[in-house]
């Protein structure tokens, strides 16, 4: 039986490919789990999981693989390995953490990381490469866009809207409603309490654009 569990490829290994890993562990759907990063041979292991190779060998790898996930906190790598990966047609698995809470009306897109006390509530939309880090919490019919990153403890109220590979910094909440562009940065801690452009970066309470 051991063998009809997919094997998993996590790409990066660092602090953010561990907790990936832990929760894949967590959720016992793959059979094996190794990182690939550049710093291989150097680096063989990363915490209790093996470094199988670097990135030059991703397309090797990846046929070796059953399933890939993109585990690097930099959204433009992150969604330039992910286009890669659908391009040339792998499978890129979802990870959700056992323990985080997914409503069965949200819409969760492929290479997509939840993580532990997480929460998803219905009618929400999170495209793909999107991470939702330890216990973030996404409320009803927010849409976030690909390589969207809600950091630790962050907090999204109902309708908001998120663009694509936008950072929410850690412990920050945003107000109902409230639309933040593209390529944005929200400060650790802040408070969005109106809507944030796109390509700048927002800090405090309430939250202001940064000049
Ligand atoms: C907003 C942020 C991106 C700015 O980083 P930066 O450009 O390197 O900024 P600096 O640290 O050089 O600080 C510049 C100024 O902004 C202030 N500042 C930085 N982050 C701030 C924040 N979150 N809230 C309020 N002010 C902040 C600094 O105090 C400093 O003010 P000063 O010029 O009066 O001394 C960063 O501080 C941040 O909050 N990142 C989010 C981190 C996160 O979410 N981590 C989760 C990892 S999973």
Do not use: Y
């Not at 561990?18 to 059979?31: I, L, M, N, P, Q």
């Not at 999170?126 to 216990?135: D, F, K, M």
């Not at 809207?161 to 920050?172: H, K, L, M, P």
């Amino acid at each position: 039986m051991e063998s009809a569990r997919p094997r998993l490829l996590i790409v990066g290994a660092g602090g953010h490919a561990r907790v990936v890993a832990d929760a894949a562990e967590e959720c016992g759907a793959w059979s094996s789990i190794g990182f690939l990063d550049d710093r291989f041979p150097e680096l063989r292991a990363s915490g209790p999981w093996t470094v199988v190779g670097a990135l030059a060998q991703l397309d090797v790898l990846a046929t070796a693989h059953d399933e890939l996930v993109v585990a690097i906190g930099d959204a433009k790598a992150r969604m330039r390995i992910i286009e890669q990966l659908v391009t040339q047609g792998r499978r890129l698995a979802t990870i959700v953490h056992p323990r985080a809470t997914v409503s069965r009306h949200a819409v969760v897109g492929a290479g997509t990381m939840i993580l532990a006390g997480a929460c998803i509530n219905p009618g929400a939309r999170l495209g793909r490469g999107v991470i939702v880090n330890t216990g973030a919490t996404i409320d009803h019919d927010c849409d976030l866009g690909q390589g969207v990153h809600i950091a630790p403890g962050a907090h999204l109220s109902g309708d908001v809207r998120v663009g694509e590979n936008t950072w929410i910094g850690v412990g920050s909440c945003v107000r109902q409603g409230i639309t933040i562009g593209d390529h944005v940065m929200i400060g650790a801690g802040a408070a969005v309490v109106s809507d944030i452009p796109s390509q700048s970066t927002a800090v405090g309470v309430p939250a202001r654009v940064r000049p």
